[in-house]
């Protein structure tokens, strides 16, 4: 009876959490003349591809999407590559002012991101960062670098220094013991800080929507709302963008489960 009811429970969260995604599907399926006719039906009486079809090749989602793959990319390499230096260094090293940039970092976590906006556009104006992917790629990095050093230092907490200790005695200086032996341990936690950080750059829209003016450096949140005019919103085709938009999140996690499953498990109690 337990695990009938335990079954269950994971069941109904498991429809709970795809259903919205099974909705997204059904309605960029749906034709326009039978989307508000047909009344609520679990899958439509006839299905059409044209609202992926006008997404690719009529509008410029494709460029959006290009732009998010640039922004989210780098952004999630970069941030994963100063991360992983930076949590290494919190774990590994004692230093004057470190609870000073620690605390610091963690400040930097619970302003409202409204907030910032205004003096993050003042900055980046004289600069020629504005309307740009560079700008949005060095606004994104610097607000996921603190979270994912955490992250990163909790990984290399769990490692023993006497491995890179053995590894220095026998003759490896300190970076070649953490390119060596350490960092090859941390891919897990690598994969989980990578994962992370794609997700959160490639689903912004708050920064994308105020720092860019343009559609040459618009990403793909900001362009979802290009199909959505004064009096109308166009579900179809926006529900058609955002299953495209799901592909290189999928794929993305699919490259690196293996790790990230790793990563997400790490520290556990086995019994």
Known sequence: MYW????????????????????????????????????VRMWPSRTTWENYTFVLTQSNF?????????????????TTMVAAVTGYSFSRFAFRG??????????????PLVMLIAPIFKILAPLGLTDSLTGLIIVYTAFNVPFATFLMQSFFDGIPKDLEEAAMIDGNTRFQAFRRIILPLTLPGVAATLGFVFTAAWSELLFALMLVSSDA????????????????????QMMAAGVLALIPACAFFLL???YLVQGLTAGAVKG
């Open 4 to 39: 009938g009811s335990h079954y269950l429970m994971i069941a109904a969260f498991v429809v709970f959490a795809l259903f919205p995604l099974y909705w997204l599907l059904k309605v960029s399926v749906t034709p326009n003349d039978i989307l508000y006719t047909e009344g």
């Open 98 to 111: 470190k609870v000073i940039i620690v605390a610091l970092m963690l400040i930097t976590q619970m302003f």
């Open 62 to 78: 494709p460029h959006y999407f290009m732009n998010s793959v640039i922004v989210a990319g780098t952004t999630a390499i970069v």
């Open 256 to 258: 690196i489960q293996r």
């Open 217 to 236: 450096a618009s990403t793909f949140p900001v362009g979802l709302l290009s199909f959505v005019s004064k009096f109308s919103v166009d579900f179809g």
